[in-house]
């Protein structure tokens, strides 16, 4: 043993100066009751047929989970008309995004995303050994040309989060295809659809059309949004034979929980309840946009089941004055420093009593 040896082992570099994801608070300072309006979570939680699936698996806990989500797979593609053998699931949608960022990227390679992507994206591709290369936005929104001028020798991967979270905005399905067209047949595009089932676009596609066609696309969805699933972690990638063997090949061979796989089932196939949900968020959004805005706020037009409200840069009216307001009326939103907005809030669309809560409590907060 050398005596320069360090006292304790040492993270490779680079993982030292990643910025832990630092979730939406859970929690509010006052209020007769809580409102969480901070996570992206559905109101409807969900649907009681997963409920049902989910706690009928805990009579065989003792088991391990099919290691390859056959029935889970299946009822997706029952449920979307994708090949099941071209389908990877995993603990959240987290975990594909890393899965396929560790299988395609390493030391001295780049990846790139849009300025107000996922923050998972510049934490999955400096966790594998690359760089993050953020690209900025056009009007809050992904720029094409700016991604594909970003573009270089070392690029390796780009995500495209379509809808994106924070701002909600998406690009149109031509202008995602012009994306892939641009791109080196090596490198791999992922079209993070977290948030497709809530768009209502006719220029939208979730990606499940380019990823048929190519051979560098693959196409992540979760069930932690409209399933209402956030708490049993479940997603899905759809993607090219050869990138699914790939994925196959590293990630853990029990890597969704059999409570997990039943719910997701149950989930997928309940079609009426995941309509409702839908339902909810298309006469909310629309509501509470329009009420943010007619109390002098800005608010960045919204595809998802969220919207980001950008506030006045006076004195006592910004957003994180807004926030310990409204923490002290139950409301917890989420705060945008770390996506690069520290003057605005993303607000998920709740259930009717607490989005006229929150509207109220704004109105009160900006004195109307």
Same mark, same amino acid.
């Given at each position: 043993?050398?005596?320069? $040896?360090?006292?304790?082992?040492?993270?490779?570099?680079?993982?030292?100066?990643?910025?832990?994801?630092?979730?939406?608070?859970?929690?509010?300072?006052?209020?007769?009751?809580?409102?969480?309006?901070? $996570?992206?979570?559905?109101?409807?939680?969900?649907?009681?047929?997963?409920?049902?699936?989910?706690?009928?698996?805990?009579?065989?806990?003792?088991?391990?989970?099919?290691?390859?989500?056959?029935?889970?797979?299946?009822? /997706?593609?029952?449920?979307?008309?994708?090949?099941?053998?071209?389908?990877?699931?995993?603990?959240?949608?987290?975990?594909?995004?890393?899965?396929?960022?560790?299988?395609?990227?390493?030391?001295?390679?780049?990846?790139?995303?849009?300025?107000?992507?996922?923050?998972?994206?510049?934490?999955?591709?400096?966790?594998?050994?690359?760089?993050?290369?953020?690209?900025?936005?056009?009007?809050?929104?992904?720029?094409?040309?700016?991604?594909?001028?970003?573009?270089?020798?070392?690029?390796?991967?780009?995500?495209?989060?379509?809808?994106?979270?924070?701002?909600?905005?998406?690009?149109?399905?031509?202008?995602?295809?012009?994306?892939?067209?641009?791109?080196?047949?090596?490198?791999?595009?992922?079209?993070?659809?977290?948030?497709?089932?809530?768009?209502?676009? !006719?220029?939208?596609?979730?990606?499940?059309?380019?990823?048929?066609?190519?051979?560098?696309?693959?196409?992540?969805?979760?069930?932690?949004?409209?399933?209402?699933?956030?708490?049993?972690?479940?997603?899905?990638?759809?993607?090219?034979?050869?990138?699914?063997?790939?994925?196959?090949?590293?990630?853990?061979?029990? !890597?969704?929980?059999?409570?997990? /796989?039943?719910?997701?089932?149950?989930? /997928?196939?309940?079609?009426?309840?995941?309509?409702?949900?839908?339902?909810? !968020?298309?006469?909310?959004?629309?509501?509470?946009?329009?009420?943010?805005?007619?109390?002098?706020?800005?608010?960045?037009?919204?595809?998802?089941?969220?919207?980001?409200?950008?506030?006045?840069?006076?004195?006592?009216?910004?957003?994180?004055?807004?926030?310990?307001?409204?923490?002290?009326?139950?409301?917890?939103?989420?705060?945008?420093?770390?996506?690069?907005?520290?003057?605005?809030?993303?607000?998920?669309?709740?259930?009717?009593?607490?989005?006229?809560?929150?509207?109220?409590?704004?109105?009160?907060?900006?004195?109307?």
């Amino acid at each position: 043993m050398t005596t320069d $040896s360090p006292p304790r082992p040492i993270p490779r570099a680079g993982v030292l100066d990643i910025a832990a994801y630092v979730p939406g608070k859970s929690k509010a300072t006052g209020g007769a009751k809580l409102h969480k309006l901070s $996570s992206n979570e559905t109101p409807l939680g969900p649907s009681p047929r997963a409920v049902e699936a989910y706690r009928a698996a805990a009579d065989k806990l003792e088991l391990y989970p099919d290691g390859a989500a056959t029935a889970l797979r299946e009822a /997706i593609g029952r449920a979307t008309g994708l090949a099941p053998e071209r389908i990877v699931c995993g603990a959240g949608s987290d975990e594909v995004l890393t899965l396929v960022t560790h299988a395609y990227v390493g030391p001295g390679d780049e990846g790139i995303y849009s300025e107000h992507g996922f923050l998972v994206y510049p934490i999955a591709i400096t966790a594998a050994g690359g760089k993050p290369v953020k690209v900025a936005e056009k009007n809050l929104t992904a720029d094409v040309d700016a991604m594909l001028a970003a573009v270089t020798e070392r690029t390796k991967i780009v995500f495209l989060a379509n809808p994106n979270n924070p701002t909600g905005t998406y690009l149109p399905f031509d202008e995602v295809k012009r994306l892939a067209g641009g791109l080196p047949k090596h490198v791999i595009l992922v079209l993070d659809a977290a948030y497709a089932e809530y768009v209502r676009r !006719n220029d939208y596609e979730a990606g499940i059309e380019l990823v048929s066609s190519s051979d560098n696309v693959v196409m992540t969805r979760t069930f932690s949004k409209i399933y209402g699933l956030a708490g049993v972690r479940l997603g899905w990638l759809y993607g090219p034979d050869h990138i699914v063997d790939a994925l196959n090949r590293i990630r853990g061979p029990f !890597n969704v929980s059999s409570p997990a /796989i039943a719910a997701g089932i149950a989930a /997928i196939e309940d079609r009426d309840f995941t309509r409702a949900a839908a339902d909810h !968020n298309e006469a909310w959004l629309p509501k509470v946009t329009a009420a943010a805005t007619a109390l002098g706020l800005t608010v960045t037009p919204s595809v998802g089941n969220f919207v980001l409200v950008h506030f006045p840069d006076v004195a006592g009216k910004r957003a994180p004055d807004a926030d310990a307001f409204l923490l002290d009326h139950g409301i917890v939103v989420r705060r945008m420093e770390a996506y690069g907005f520290a003057n605005a809030l993303r607000i998920t669309i709740g259930s009717a009593e607490a989005n006229e809560a929150l509207i109220a409590a704004l109105a009160t907060f900006l004195g109307k």
